[in-house]
DNA sequence: GTGAAAGCGCTAACAA
DNA sequence: TTGTTAGCGCTTTCAC
C-alpha cells in the first residue's frame, strides 16, 4: 500500500495525500476527510524510506549502556526511555559490553541509521570522538562520568559527596581503621570516592594506610578477592566498598574468614541496587538516583534536538546527589529498619 | 557527500560506484580499487533511508523484552544479541513493561521501521497479532512461553520437569508437606510447574492440600505474602516457588515469622538469577539457559531471515532442558559446595 | 485548494 | 567493463 494507491483510491494527486499527511491546514476539509477514511481504511502507513529521504528526521535516540546484565544502567536506561516514549521517540539500545571498541561501532550504526541524538552512560570513548559526532549534528548527552570529559550537555551524581558521608558515619560510628575497595570503572567516579575518602581521614586526623585502600574489579568477584586480601593483611574496622557488587563480595569473604558482618568489619556500599536489602546483613549503601539521571539525561537530549541551537550554547550539567540507605551491615544499630 | 560525488571525484558514473558497493567482483580491478581509497578518503557511507527504498532490507532485527529490570530477560538478550552481532545485524530492544498494549505499540514500531525480524519473549499477545504480523512478511520468534501459542518457530524450557525434579528432591530429602508458590507469569510456564507439582505429589502418594499452594504476584513481595500467609497458617516442611524472587520473598517472610530456613522451612527457587548464591541461606533452584535461549532464538530467526521458503515450513520448537543448583536452603547437607 | 513534476540517494536493468 | 536511466515512495515547489 502506497501513496500513489490511496490518490487513486481518492480520485486526487499524490500531493494531496501527502499534504493530508503533513499539512492537513491545506486541504479542504471535504478532501481532507475522505482521504483520511481512506487511509484508515486501508490501514496505509508511509514508507519510512521515503519518508526518511525527505525529511532526514527518524524519531529515533541512541542509547550507549556499558553493559546490559547490570540492572543498575538498566534502571537509568528505563528513565531515558520513558521520556522518549513520552515524546514519541524509540529509543536503540546498546549494549557494549565496557568496551570501547564496541561503542565506537555502535556510534557507527547509530549515525548511519540517522537517530536524531545520542545519550552515553558511562562513555569510554575519548572526548574528540565525541565532539566529531556532534559536529556533524547529532546532539549527545553523557550520563555518569567514566572518562573526564567535558563540554557536553550532562547528567553526574556527586559521588564524591556520597562517598564522604558514609565515611564519615563509620567514624561517627567509632571506627578507627577503615578501608576502601574501589573498582576500576567507572574510572572517574571511582577516583573522586577515593579521593573523597582521603580527605575525609585526613580531615578527622585518620591516618592514611595504604594497605586499607585496594583497587579491585567492579565485580563480586573482586570485592571478595580485594576483602580476602584486606582482611587477612589485619582487618580494617569498616570497608566502603565503591559498588555495592564489590560489597557483596566483600562480606562474602569475611564471613569466609571466620569473621562476622558488622560485628568484626563493618561493611558499606555504593549504588543501593536491588539485592541490597536481600543479602545477610542487610547492605548499608549509598543510593543513586538512577532513573532520575535518566529522565535528566533525556529531557536535555530532546532540549538539544528540538532546539537546534542550543547545541552551541554554553553545555549544561546537572548534578545529583546521593542518598544514604542505613541497614545492618554498617553496624549502626539505631537506625535500622526496612523491609523490602 | 553521496555517490555523485564520488563517481565525479572518481571519474566514473554512479552505477560503477554503487557496483563496488554491491558487487564488487562486477568491477574491474583498478576502477574497483581506485574508488574504494576515495571512498575511504572521504569516508563515504551509503544513505541509509536511499539503499532501504531499494532493499527493503535493514540488517536490523527487533527485540520484545518483557521487562529490562530484571536481568535473567536480559541475559536472553545478550544471547539474541550475541548472534545478531556476529551476523551483522543490529538489535532493536524494545521493553513493554509487560504490557501488551505497549507491546503492540512496539511491534508497529519494529514494523514501521523495516526491521527483518521479530523475536517476542514471553510474550502476552494473542495468537492472532503474531500470525498478522507473519503474514505481513516478518518472520517472528517466540522465546519462552507465557500465552499458549503454537505455530511459530519457538524456544523453549521444560520448566514442567525442572520443577518435577525439585519437587522429587524434597520429597527425597523426606520432606512430606511441600508448598508451591507460583507466579502469575510467565503464564504457561507456571500452569505447567503447578502441573508438575500436583503429578509428583500424586504420584508420591502424598494428600495435595489447597493451602499448600498459592497464586503469587511473580516479585519478592509478592513472595513475601504469600509465603507469610502460608507458613502462618501452619507452615510447610518444604516450599517450591515458581521464581527466585518469590523464594527470596518467602525466604524473608520465614525468617520474619522467627523460622529458620531450611532448618523449619526449606526452600527452593527457580531461574538461578546472579543474587541467589548471594542471599542467606544461597537459594536451592532451577538454573535455566538464558543466554542458551537467545542464542537458539536468534539462529531460529536468522533461519527465517535468509531462507524467505522457510516461513512456510513446519516452524520447529526447541525445548531446552534445566539443571539443578543444589545448595543450603534445601536443606540437603550433602550437596552443597559453590562459592560465586 | 489542487496537480504536475522535480528531486531526495541509491540500485539494477538495459544498452553500449 | 562501464554508463544511462527508470524507479523505489515520498515531499514540496511552482503553476494553475
Redesign the interface.
Given at each position: 500500500m502506497n501513496i500513489k494507491q490511496i490518490a487513486k483510491a481518492a480520485g486526487v494527486s499524490v500531493a494531496t495525500v501527502s499534504r493530508v499527511l503533513n499539512h492537513p491546514e491545506n486541504v479542504a476539509p471535504k478532501t481532507r476527510e475522505k482521504i483520511q477514511k481512506i487511509i484508515e481504511d486501508k490501514e496505509y502507513?508511509p514508507?519510512?524510506?521515503?519518508q526518511?529521504?525527505n525529511f532526514n528526521r527518524t524519531k529515533?535516540i541512541g542509547l550507549i549502556i556499558p553493559y546490559?546484565?547490570?540492572?543498575t544502567y538498566?534502571?537509568i536506561?528505563?528513565g531515558v526511555?520513558d521520556v522518549a516514549l513520552q515524546k514519541g521517540y524509540?529509543t536503540?539500545?546498546c549494549?557494549v559490553e565496557k568496551n570501547n571498541r564496541i561503542e565506537s561501532e555502535y556510534i557507527e550504526?547509530l549515525?548511519?541509521?540517522?537517530v536524531d541524538g545520542i545519550i552515553l552512560m558511562f562513555s569510554f570513548l575519548q572526548e574528540e570522538n565525541l565532539k566529531a559526532v556532534q559536529e556533524d549534528g547529532v546532539p549527545i548527552v553523557l550520563i555518569g562520568e567514566n572518562k573526564d570529559i567535558k563540554g557536553f550537555n550532562s547528567v553526574r551524581v556527586d559521588c564524591k559527596a556520597g562517598a564522604e558521608g558514609m565515611i564519615r558515619n563509620f567514624i561517627e560510628y567509632g571506627h578507627k581503621t577503615i578501608g576502601i575497595l574501589y573498582g576500576s570503572d567507572p574510572e572517574q567516579e571511582s577516583r573522586d570516592m577515593l579521593e573523597g575518602y582521603r580527605e575525609v581521614l585526613e580531615e578527622n586526623g585518620i591516618a592514611i594506610e595504604e594497605k586499607y585502600i585496594k583497587a579491585v574489579d567492579n565485580t563480586?568477584?573482586g570485592g571478595?578477592l580485594g576483602a580476602k586480601k584486606m582482611v587477612a593483611d589485619g582487618p580494617p574496622q569498616a570497608i566502603f566498598a565503591t559498588s555495592d557488587d564489590i560489597a557483596?563480595g566483600a562480606m562474602?569473604a569475611i564471613k569466609d574468614l571466620g569473621m562476622k558482618v558488622p560485628d568484626d568489619v563493618a561493611v558499606a556500599g555504593f549504588g543501593n541496587a536491588?539485592?541490597s536489602n536481600?543479602?545477610?546483613p542487610k547492605l548499608t549503601t549509598v543510593e543513586l538516583p538512577f532513573h532520575k539521571m535518566g529522565i535528566y539525561g533525556a529531557r536535555l537530549l530532546f532540549d538539544l534536538i528540538e532546539d537546534e541551537d542550543k547545541i552551541n550554547e554554553k553545555p549544561r550539567q546537572i548534578t545529583l546527589q546521593t542518598k544514604q540507605r542505613i541497614r545492618k551491615s554498617c553496624g549502626h544499630k539505631e537506625r535500622i529498619g526496612e523491609?523490602?
Open positions: 502507513k514508507n519510512w524510506f521515503a526518511g529521504l529515533t546490559i546484565l547490570n540492572s538498566m534502571e536506561a528505563k526511555e524509540t536503540f539500545m549494549n550504526q549515525l548511519t541509521r540517522k563480586i568477584e571478595y557483596y562474602d536491588r539485592m536481600l543479602v545477610e523491609m523490602f
